[in-house]
């Protein structure tokens, strides 16, 4: 019974030896994996787009993330993933919402990974920075953004309410702390074979 109860606690502790290993940086996905690997945890995608010679882009569009519609990109270079992002496809004709979806999405991430490192609202230009009622178009104008990030130990997320020619966007995205040096040399490769 003794030998039994001995054999079951080790096999539990590899389990949950294993079950620690399995843990994840983007939804199914760790950093590192390669096309083939985000195919089989996530299943085909919707594009493929080449960004330049040594990156793609994987699109996985019309998903629903926290009850709104998302477009989730994976971005790999050298065919190993380094960094990945929810967009968040929202419409509102009251501009004001959009805050409220950052705080809700910003809530979230605080559940799960807890105070944010950085949490900031930035004025670039302040012509309604005493007028709550117009911070949503003067996100659409690009004189407001909202940012907030979090560092863990493999990843640094960043969720950010920014606009830009009366578009606003709301924009979730997780970089590798250990890839994302690849991202930037495809990145200098591909320029330099433009020459």
């Known amino acids: 019974m003794i030998k039994k109860s001995l054999i079951f606690l080790i096999l539990l502790g590899v389990c949950f030896a294993q079950q620690k ?12 994996m390669s096309m083939k690997d985000i195919i089989q945890a996530e299943g085909k995608p919707d594009t493929i ?5 040594h990156r793609k ?5 019309n998903r629903t993330i926290a009850s709104k519609k998302t477009l989730i990109g994976y971005i790999l270079a050298y065919n190993q993933l380094v960094r ?5 496809k929202i419409s509102h004709s009251n501009t004001n919402l959009y805050m409220q979806d950052y705080q809700e999405i910003k809530k979230l ?7 944010p490192k950085e949490d900031e609202v930035i004025w670039l230009n302040d012509l309604y920075k005493d007028d709550p009622e117009h911070w949503g178009f003067a996100i659409s104008m690009g004189h407001l953004r909202y940012f907030a990030s979090w560092d863990l130990p493999r990843t640094e997320i ?3 309410l920014y606009g830009d020619n009366f578009k606003i966007n709301l924009r979730l995205e997780y970089v590798s702390k250990t890839l994302r040096d690849l991202e930037e040399k495809a990145k200098k490769e591909s320029a330099l074979e433009e020459f």
């Open 21 to 32: 290993k399995l843990q994840y940086d983007f939804r199914k996905t760790r950093w590192g």
């Open 109 to 115: 991430l605080q559940a799960k990974y807890g105070k």
């Open 158 to 160: 960043t969720l950010i």
């Open 84 to 88: 990945a992002n929810y967009l968040f």
């Open 57 to 61: 882009l994987m699109i996985y569009d």
């Open 49 to 53: 787009m080449t960004l330049d010679a």
